[in-house]
C-alpha cells in the first residue's frame, strides 16, 4: 500500500486563495444582476392587471320609467284634440301650471266633466276640476259664471280651476307650487293650518303630487 503524500503548502495556498476569488466573483455578478431587474415602481401600471374588489361597485343604470303606460296619461290622452288643446290654452291663459290641471282634473274627476260630490258639510264639488260651493263668489268675478252647475260643462270646468289657481297664486300670492295646490284643494284657512301644524295634508295632496311628476315626465320626454 502506498503512503498518501502531503499535499505541498504552496498549493494549498494557491487552491485557497483561488475559492476566496471565485466566491467574490459570484456575489458580485449576482448583485449586478439583481441591479438590473425592475424595481417595483418602475414596473408599468398597463403591465399589472387587478382583480376587482369583491366590494368594489360598478354604476347602475335606472330602470326607465313609461310614462305612456299610466293611467294618468292614458285618461288624458283618451280626451279628444280640441279638449287637450282646451286645458293647454286655460292653464297659458291663466299662467299656471298646465301639469298641475292635468294632475288636479285626472285626481279629482278622471276628466269627467259631469262629476259631482256632496261632502258631509253639505257643500257640492262641481266638474272636472271638482270645485266646491264656496268659491262661487270668486269664480263669477272672475270668469262670469251665474250658478255652480255651469261647471258641468267640460270647458268651463277647466276654466274654473284654472281661475283658482290664477287666485291663489296672484291675488293671494302663493307662489310655492306645493301650497299652491293645498290652497286649491282644503282652501287658504286649510293651508295656513297644515302650515302652522293643526292640519294634515288630504290624501289626495300625494297622489296629486304624483301625477304632476309623471304628466311633467311624459310631456317633457
Request: net charge negative; proline share 4%; with cysteine.
Amino acid at each position: 500500500m502506498k503512503k498518501k503524500q502531503k499535499m505541498p503548502l504552496e498549493a494549498v495556498v494557491a487552491i485557497t486563495i483561488g475559492i476566496i476569488f471565485s466566491t467574490l466573483f459570484a456575489v458580485t455578478a449576482i448583485g449586478d444582476d439583481q441591479g438590473e431587474m425592475e424595481k417595483p415602481s418602475d414596473i408599468k401600471a398597463d403591465a399589472v392587471t387587478v382583480a376587482p374588489s369583491a366590494t368594489e361597485s360598478y354604476p347602475v343604470e335606472e330602470p326607465t320609467i313609461n310614462f305612456a303606460d299610466t293611467e294618468e296619461v292614458s285618461i288624458y290622452l283618451s280626451l279628444s284634440k280640441e279638449k287637450r288643446a282646451m286645458v293647454e290654452r286655460c292653464a297659458a291663459a291663466a299662467d299656471v301650471d298646465v301639469n298641475m290641471v292635468r294632475a288636479i282634473c285626472f285626481q279629482e274627476s278622471r276628466f269627467q266633466p259631469t262629476l259631482t260630490h256632496t261632502n258631509s258639510n253639505g257643500t257640492v264639488d262641481w266638474g272636472v276640476g271638482q270645485c266646491n260651493d264656496s268659491t262661487f263668489e270668486t269664480l263669477h268675478a272672475r270668469i262670469g259664471i251665474n250658478n255652480m252647475q255651469e261647471l258641468l260643462d267640460f270647458e268651463t270646468g277647466i276654466r274654473a280651476c284654472c281661475a283658482l289657481l290664477q287666485y291663489y297664486k296672484t291675488d293671494l300670492g302663493i307662489g310655492n307650487p306645493n301650497d299652491l295646490l293645498l290652497a286649491y284643494q282644503q282652501g287658504y284657512t286649510g293651508l295656513q293650518n297644515v302650515k302652522n301644524g293643526s292640519a294634515e295634508p288630504w290624501a289626495a295632496y300625494e297622489k296629486t303630487l304624483g301625477s304632476m311628476a309623471i304628466y311633467a315626465g311624459y310631456f317633457s320626454a
